[in-house]
């Protein structure tokens, strides 16, 4: 097995769903922790590693520095296919996908750190209105994504079994609520959050159990 390591932050979304299928998948990982809010993801010794300068990268000992986590999930599935967080069809492995892009095309871009900071310093937003406009795009996406579990889910978000979708949610759940985000209209929603965070590799993953957590106030 290679020697992984996480270039990270503990409180971006895109990290901690990567820590989760890290966790998921049983692997040793050493963790590089870039703070979001002092830039230092624009660093030179970064940027090489991750053209972007964007969080997470995944260097493989001996192999690539992958960059962008919906590849480095699919990396993972696919270099360590157990257990397994996609089903076995083509049919299927669609839907999951499809229900992963909800969130990681359509949602959490939208409520990204640059994002926020450029509507605040560039726009010169107010902190409520910035709120309110993270709210309205995971309000939108959460919409859909809660009739699409109700289509597919059996006890988590598609299916009787953690997929790849779980990865996605449980942080934008987290980044949710960090915004004030009323969550009680997606119930099928949160019983598949429910039913993944009392897992161990969950868990684990959470922000503020990262070695660069900072109290939260």
């Known amino acids: ?62 192999g690539p520095t992958l960059v962008q986590s919906p590849a480095i999930l699919e990396w993972l599935e696919e270099t360590y296919p157990d257990p397994p967080l996609l089903p076995r069809g083509a049919d299927d492995r669609a839907v999951v996908r499809a229900m992963c892009a909800v969130i990681g095309c359509d949602i959490h871009p ?10 605040k310093s560039e726009l010169d937003q107010e902190q409520e209105a910035i709120d309110a406009w993270s709210r309205n795009w995971i309000g939108q996406g959460f919409a859909a994504l809660e009739k699409m579990i109700g289509q597919y889910g059996a006890g988590h978000c598609f299916g009787d079994a953690i997929t790849m979708v779980e990865c996605y949610l449980v942080p934008q759940v987290y980044s949710a609520r960090r915004v004030g985000t009323d969550l009680s209209p997606y119930t099928r929603l949160m019983a598949a959050y429910e039913a993944a965070i009392d897992n161990p590799a969950f868990a ?5 159990k990262q070695p660069d957590a900072v109290p939260v106030t």
């Open 1 to 62: 097995m290679s020697k992984l390591t996480l270039h990270g932050y503990w409180r971006s979304g895109t990290s901690y769903r990567t820590r989760i299928a890290l966790n998921l998948k049983g692997l040793d990982y050493a963790q590089v922790a870039h703070n979001l809010l002092k830039s230092e993801h624009k660093e030179a010794s970064y940027t090489r590693l991750s053209p972007q300068g964007l969080v997470p990268a995944l260097v493989v000992d001996g």
């Open 110 to 119: 939208l409520g990204n750190v640059r994002i926020l900071k450029y509507l």
């Open 204 to 208: 684990a993953a959470h922000p503020e």
